[in-house]
């Protein structure tokens, strides 16, 4: 058994990257802390036990960009193109491809704004998907969508026709499992860093505030890279 864990990210390029964070913070920035995100949700994933056997990847945009994604990621990651331009379809298609052609048991889709997941969510997303039965696992977020999604089967009706990047984003996935009757786990809720109102939630995590949402037993990563590039930002 081997679990792919898979960051769904882009290459953190200035005006491209992070747009509604780069309104307040200046395209560089947004880019520069971008690129921190993913190295501490990277680093979430390589902090799940090696006894549940995972292999991280980079499910990356746009293609040429795998020599950069490959300073930030961890050497041990593994990098695959996203393909497609609807997100729902690349999200399908990534579970199709590292179910099949890679051959992992089950996949756990994550996204690159979370830089303090906490590893218990990766960890347990990866036992459900292997206890017997079939099922999908979700995060939410508290935007209304989730921070990921764990599949051991490949059901691309999860990901038709939703209105990504809107707070529906959870509800029509529910709807969707319960279309054709596949059982549904859901892990404790955590957030993505998106706009100004969530960064201030991540500035107060990190100066030691806990979100108010976390369930109890629930704490978050040390994001180690993002707590070094805020600290250069005082005045944000």
């Known amino acids: 058994m081997n679990a792919a864990l898979g960051i769904m990210c882009k290459a953190p390029h200035p005006g491209r990257t992070k747009t509604r964070l780069a309104a307040f913070l200046g395209p560089e920035r947004a880019a520069h802390l971008s690129a921190c995100f993913l190295q501490d949700v990277a680093n979430a994933v390589l902090a799940v036990p090696d006894a549940l056997e995972r292999q991280g990847y980079g499910v990356y945009a746009p293609a040429g960009t795998d020599v950069e994604l490959a300073k930030i990621l961890p050497a041990t990651f593994r990098l695959l193109l996203q393909e497609g331009a609807e997100f729902g379809l690349v999200l399908g298609t990534a579970v199709q491809r590292l179910l099949g052609e890679a051959g992992h048991d089950c996949v756990v889709l994550i996204n690159s704004d979370s830089p303090t997941l906490p590893v218990a969510l990766l960890t347990t997303a990866i036992t459900a998907l292997r206890r017997p039965g079939d099922r999908v696992v979700l995060g939410p977020a508290i935007d209304g969508g989730y921070t990921l999604i764990g599949l051991k089967r490949d059901h691309p009706e999860l990901f038709a026709d939703i209105p990504w990047s809107t707070g529906d984003v959870l509800r029509l996935t529910l709807e969707r499992a319960a279309g054709i009757a596949l059982p549904v786990e859901m892990l404790p809720v955590w957030y993505d860093i998106d706009d100004v109102e969530a960064l201030r939630i991540l500035q ?32 944000v």
């Not at 100066?207 to 590039?229: D, E, H, K, L, V």
Request: proline share 19%; hydrophobic share 45%.
């Open 204 to 235: 107060a995590e990190i100066a030691g505030t806990p979100p108010a949402f976390a369930s109890p037993g629930i704490s978050g990563g040390p994001a180690p890279a993002t707590r070094a590039m805020l600290a250069l930002w005082p005045e």
